[in-house]
């Protein structure tokens, strides 16, 4: 009885935590286009680190601003209180309780501030991975570029060094993932709606074991 009454409350618990999936791959993997998405179809909040980056780069005033700038541009990963300052007030502030976190975490700096502040309110459910050979995701980022996305970093040089960090640090970050069993991985190689259709699989399993 008592033992039930335990196990009552603690799947009350799970259920009120906020859920979270992460998103990583390299950059022009299609995170951004996947996540939109998925928002559609699974009234999940999409929190790109990055978007909420360039927004606080863009405040007149930011304290962080001109550090954010200098790092994006060079390929570098901003240090993890101002990223996981942002993500924490986001969430807080959609009143939601599932979140796509794009981008994030992208190296073990990310991954022992996400740690130490924030994984035990949270439920990680997985993360998905979007593989796709640096060739491929170079050619979307220049093609981004070239269509005016705009970005300090879509060109060939800042791209250099994003796919170094990406290599050094973020492949290690998805590694110690998978070894917890927690990667899903996608090929994204294909076009946005075929990759889709595998994102959409992964979601509906989720769905279909009770997790969303
Ligand atoms: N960035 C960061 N920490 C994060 C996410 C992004 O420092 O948690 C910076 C980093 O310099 C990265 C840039 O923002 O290269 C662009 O990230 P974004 O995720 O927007 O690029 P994508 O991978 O989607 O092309
Ligand atoms: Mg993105």
């Given at each position: 009885?008592?033992?039930?009454?335990?196990?009552i409350?603690?799947?009350?618990?799970?259920?009120?935590?906020?859920?979270?999936?992460?998103?990583?791959?390299?950059?022009?993997?299609?995170?951004?286009?996947?996540?939109?998405?998925i928002?559609?179809?699974?009234?999940?909040?999409?929190?790109?680190?990055?978007?909420?980056?360039?927004?606080?780069?863009?405040?007149?005033?930011?304290e962080?601003?001109?550090?954010?700038?200098?790092?994006?541009?060079?390929?570098k990963?901003?240090?993890?209180?101002?990223?996981?300052?942002?993500?924490?007030?986001?969430?807080?502030?959609?009143?939601?309780?599932?979140?796509?976190?794009?981008?994030?975490?992208?190296?073990?700096?990310?991954?022992?501030?996400?740690?130490?502040?924030?994984?035990?309110?949270?439920?990680?459910?997985?993360?998905?991975?979007?593989?796709?050979?640096?060739?491929?995701?170079?050619?979307?980022?220049?093609?981004?570029?070239?269509?005016?996305?705009?970005?300090?970093?879509?060109?060939?040089?800042?791209?250099?060094?994003?796919?170094?960090?990406?290599?050094?640090?973020?492949?290690?970050?998805?590694?110690?993932?998978?070894?917890?069993?927690?990667?899903?991985?996608?090929?994204?190689t294909?076009?946005?709606?075929?990759?889709?259709?595998?994102?959409?699989?992964?979601?509906?399993?989720?769905?279909?074991?009770?997790?969303?």
């Amino acid at each position: 009885m008592v033992f039930g009454l335990r196990t009552i409350i603690q799947s009350i618990v799970t259920m009120a935590q906020p859920k979270v999936v992460f998103v990583l791959g390299g950059p022009g993997a299609g995170k951004g286009t996947q996540c939109q998405r998925i928002v559609k179809d699974f009234e999940f909040v999409h929190l790109s680190a990055g978007d909420l980056l360039r927004e606080e780069r863009a405040k007149p005033g930011s304290e962080y601003g001109e550090l954010i700038e200098s790092y994006i541009r060079d390929g570098k990963i901003v240090p993890v209180d101002i990223t996981c300052s942002l993500l924490e007030r986001a969430m807080q502030e959609s009143g939601k309780n599932k979140f796509l976190i794009d981008g994030f975490p992208r190296n073990q700096d990310n991954l022992d501030g996400w740690n130490r502040r924030v994984a035990s309110k949270v439920k990680l459910l997985f993360v998905l991975y979007f593989d796709c050979p640096l060739e491929v995701c170079t050619n979307r980022c220049l093609s981004r570029g070239a269509a005016g996305s705009g970005r300090s970093d879509d060109n060939i040089e800042s791209l250099h060094k994003r796919f170094n960090t990406y290599t050094s640090e973020t492949k290690p970050i998805i590694d110690y993932y998978r070894n917890l069993n927690l990667v899903q991985q996608i090929d994204a190689t294909k076009s946005a709606d075929d990759v889709y259709d595998a994102v959409k699989q992964a979601f509906l399993e989720l769905g279909a074991s009770g997790d969303i």
